[in-house]
């Protein structure tokens, strides 16, 4: 049975301390007396919110053998720049992912704040921090950010000292008070959208051309750049109910210049879309095209079942076709086509807001834009289209009226 109240053990063993939270159940704090290296003064170190007594006992033990043996060093005394690199060297997400949050990091937080002890870092850092970026930006950024980029700067920030408070180094998360971009201010509208007769302009001049079916599908599913770049022929339902259907199940992304395929992680389920019936003939017919290529290719083209995959134009006498294409060069190829067709200037993703924009103009519900889109809940198709959402709520309002008169 764990004590009531707090025990201590031997001089050096350090001690445990039952605490109560404010919703009735009790956590262990665990402190340790150790020597500090450079000064050679006797400090405590605390291990907060430890669940059970037992792990607090073999935290204790684990902590005063290391004292004991002299490798003992405090975590909570390193730089905040230490402790994020640790963090992000341990931390399971997808690859992609976790290089956008090396990139904040390096950018963004360890040039303004990195050198303050984890210890020592408090709500007024992160709040300057913020208001800084807002300002000024970092030095070797691009000027001051934007508001949805400093949450993601605060995001990133938050996570990993919400683990140092998981693993007993704080007490608790500074970032969860610090004064941070409104969730309504980071997703104010911070992209272009082409019109339905703009879009169908480019589509015309597209036609008959390599990439018209990849241009094609993205205009008509609202789909990520990566997600379409990582779909298969085996992901395709041509015959499926009423429609066929896409499911999405893996991305093509960039890092440090190379290609990386990854599958959706294991706390998200495997998207599946619907497309129409001009979309599905368009994928059919480009299907036969690409298997009259493959032919003609022979060794040169490998088969990894990939729709959109990279072609035999310009192969080099070294390359091989039939993998994934690069997804940066086909944004700059969006780009020129764009740019031939004279339509506003609108990046490829931007292509995805397109999609959502014309959906929700023309009375599809958010619920069903967020499914599609792959958002986690309807908050955040509204936060990012409502700039869409005025002229619905006039439509509603004729449509219902009239329905009463």
Request: net charge positive; no cysteine; proline share 5%.
């Amino acid at each position: 049975m764990p004590p009531k109240k707090k025990t201590k053990a031997a001089n050096g063993d350090g001690s445990i301390v039952p605490r109560k939270l404010k919703d009735g159940t009790t956590v262990y704090d665990v402190w340790i007396s150790y020597k500090d290296r450079e000064t050679g003064q006797t400090k405590r170190k605390p291990f907060y919110g430890i669940k059970t007594y037992e792990e607090a006992q073999k935290k204790r033990r684990e902590a005063t053998a290391a004292v004991d043996a002299r490798t003992f060093v405090n975590p909570s005394e390193q730089p905040l720049s230490d402790y994020l690199t640790a963090f992000l060297d341990t931390h399971r997400v997808k690859a992609q992912t976790l290089a956008g949050y090396r990139k904040w990091v390096t950018l963004h937080i360890n040039p303004h704040i990195g050198h303050i002890k984890l210890s020592k870092l408090t709500t007024r850092h992160l709040s300057d921090l913020y208001r800084k970026l807002e300002r000024e930006g970092s030095p070797k950024g691009k000027g001051p950010l934007k508001p949805s980029s400093v949450l993601h700067v605060h995001n990133t920030v938050s996570r990993a000292l919400k683990q140092a408070v998981t693993d007993g180094l704080l007490a608790s998360n500074p970032a969860t008070t610090a004064i941070r971009p409104s969730a309504a201010e980071a997703a104010a509208p911070e992209f272009a959208v082409l019109t339905a007769a703009e879009v169908s302009r480019f589509l015309n001049q597209e036609k008959g051309k390599r990439e018209y079916a990849i241009w094609h599908f993205f205009f008509t599913t609202g789909v990520r750049r990566g997600e379409a770049l990582g779909l298969r022929w085996s992901d395709i339902d041509f015959e499926a109910g009423t429609a066929g259907t896409a499911v999405i199940r893996q991305t093509v992304g960039v890092i440090r210049g190379k290609i990386v395929r990854e599958t959706l992680p294991k706390s998200n389920k495997p998207r599946v879309i619907d497309l129409d019936a001009k979309t599905r003939e368009v994928l059919k017919a480009y299907r036969k095209a690409q298997a009259v290529e493959r032919l003609a290719l022979g060794d040169r083209w490998v088969d990894e079942d990939l729709v959109f995959a990279r072609d035999g134009f310009r192969l080099g006498p070294n390359q091989k076709a039939g993998g994934p294409r690069h997804p940066d060069r086909l944004a700059r190829l969006f780009d020129r086509r764009l740019a031939k067709a004279k339509v506003p200037d609108v990046r490829l993703h931007d292509v995805r807001h397109t999609w959502a924009t014309l959906a929700l103009k023309n009375g599809v519900p958010v619920k069903v834009v967020q499914e599609r889109l792959g958002h986690a809940n309807p908050t955040i198709t509204f936060n990012i289209y409502t700039h869409a959402l005025p002229g619905m709520q006039h439509a509603a309002a004729e449509q219902v009226a009239s329905l009463i008169a």
